[in-house]
């Protein structure tokens, strides 16, 4: 039952991309104007469904905003990595569709934030990413929170992360509802905690009246995670009934 509402989600997802990416154009960065600057630049200078390309193995030494629809990924043959204390952030601004993905890169001690608030739909995809933290102390990870806007579609997949949650409300990776009746699937993730953390290895929470429908499935999760390896939770700490599929 899983493997094929897995694969149904997967296939949502990949052709919501496919649909709304029509006429989009491919970047690389660096490269030709308007990517000829820092890497934002080229990101706030792409239309909403383009694609940017990482063309470097050189370390971005900027944190990251995704404004719009895009995708960021390294290009074949490279691998991007974000300097340490990077973070790749990224929410929906306004009420056209939010279709955003992050693709093979590495983040140090950094984190991955995609978040989605307004009207239109979401859909949102981390994969292959790899994120390590180089101490205890050094939260680091992917978190995906959508809130009371569209309904949104949510693939992280692939990922590993060798991590620190190091607090109570810490998660290595967490996706998160808020009066949203969206889809999750959370598969095939590594993670490692790194210390001993006080936070979850794999969160998947609603709050605020939310009724989602989340698949975590096929995750390897190894170390010491002080709430749980993986957290399964309906209005943590709010008087709110949501309901958690």
């Known amino acids: 039952m899983y493997t094929f509402r897995s694969a149904l989600a997967a296939i949502a ?5 496919a649909s709304s990416s029509v006429g989009a154009v491919t970047r690389s960065w660096p490269g030709a104007a308007p990517c000829s600057g820092t ?29 719009r629809s895009i995708t960021l990924e390294s290009a074949t043959g490279f691998s991007a990595q974000m300097a340490s204390g990077m973070n790749i952030e990224g929410n929906s601004t306004d009420d056209n569709p939010y279709i955003v993905a992050v693709r093979r890169i590495a983040l ?6 995609l978040s989605h608030n307004r009207a239109g739909t979401a859909n949102i995809e981390i994969r292959r990413v790899s994120i390590v933290s180089t101490g205890a102390a050094n939260a680091a990870g992917i978190r995906v929170q959508a809130g009371s806007g569209g309904a949104a579609t949510v693939r992280v997949a692939d990922n590993r992360l060798r991590v620190s949650a190091p607090g109570q409300f810490d998660a290595a990776l967490e996706v998160s509802f808020a009066a949203n009746n969206g889809t999750a699937l959370i598969d095939f993730n590594h ?34 995670f002080g709430r749980a390896a993986i957290g399964i939770s309906e209005g943590l700490l709010s008087s709110i009934a949501s309901t958690l599929t």
Request: proline letters at 4%; one cysteine or more; charged letters at 10%.
């Open 39 to 67: 890497l934002q630049a080229c990101i706030d200078a792409s239309a909403a469904t383009d694609t940017v390309q990482v063309v470097t193995n050189t370390p971005i030494t900027q944190n990251l905003f995704l404004p």
């Open 13 to 17: 997802v990949c052709a919501a991309i």
């Open 108 to 113: 140090t001690n950094g984190r991955v934030m």
């Open 191 to 224: 993670l490692e905690g790194v210390g001993d953390g006080d936070g979850w290895g794999i969160l998947a929470q609603v709050n605020g009246a939310g009724a989602p429908s989340m698949t975590v499935i096929n995750n390897e999760v190894r170390g010491r």
